[in-house]
């Protein structure tokens, strides 16, 4: 499973065994999926396991037609609210080349 300080590139998408799960909804995550065609899908939640498996499932409108392939990163926040301020600012950047930076460092320096 991808930490917040190990990078994973391509391949299937992973069981997260350490997901948020049973019992720890203090906790939340913003993750970044890569579809089939090599785009990127940045996503936050509070239960990691749940929505990952909603996305290879095909649950959610989103990702159903892009066929997500990958996880590529996740890090996790304190709140929803973080996760939710983050996902925001990454996805207003509208840069492909700053999402490859997070990904490739495994890290997201932009803070809630």
């Given at each position: 499973?991808?930490?917040?300080?190990?990078?994973?590139?391509?391949?299937?998408?992973?069981?997260?065994?350490?997901?948020?799960?049973?019992?720890?909804?203090?906790?939340?995550?913003?993750?970044?999926?890569?579809?089939?065609?090599?785009?990127?899908?940045?996503?936050?939640?509070?239960?990691?396991?749940?929505?990952?498996?909603?996305?290879?499932?095909?649950?959610?409108?989103?990702?159903?037609?892009?066929?997500?392939?990958?996880l590529l990163l996740k890090q996790e926040?304190?709140?929803?609210?973080?996760?939710?301020?983050?996902?925001?600012?990454?996805?207003?950047?509208?840069?492909?080349?700053?999402?490859?930076?997070?990904?490739?460092?495994?890290?997201?320096?932009?803070?809630?």
């Amino acid at each position: 499973m991808v930490q917040a300080d190990a990078p994973s590139y391509g391949g299937r998408l992973p069981d997260p065994q350490s997901g948020v799960g049973a019992g720890n909804k203090t906790m939340a995550w913003v993750y970044i999926l890569q579809t089939g065609s090599k785009k990127y899908y940045i996503g936050s939640t509070d239960d990691i396991t749940r929505r990952l498996r909603q996305h290879t499932k095909g649950d959610t409108a989103t990702t159903k037609r892009l066929k997500v392939h990958a996880l590529l990163l996740k890090q996790e926040y304190k709140t929803l609210q973080d996760a939710r301020s983050v996902e925001r600012k990454i996805k207003n950047l509208k840069r492909r080349d700053y999402v490859e930076k997070m990904i490739k460092e495994g890290y997201i320096k932009i803070q809630p």
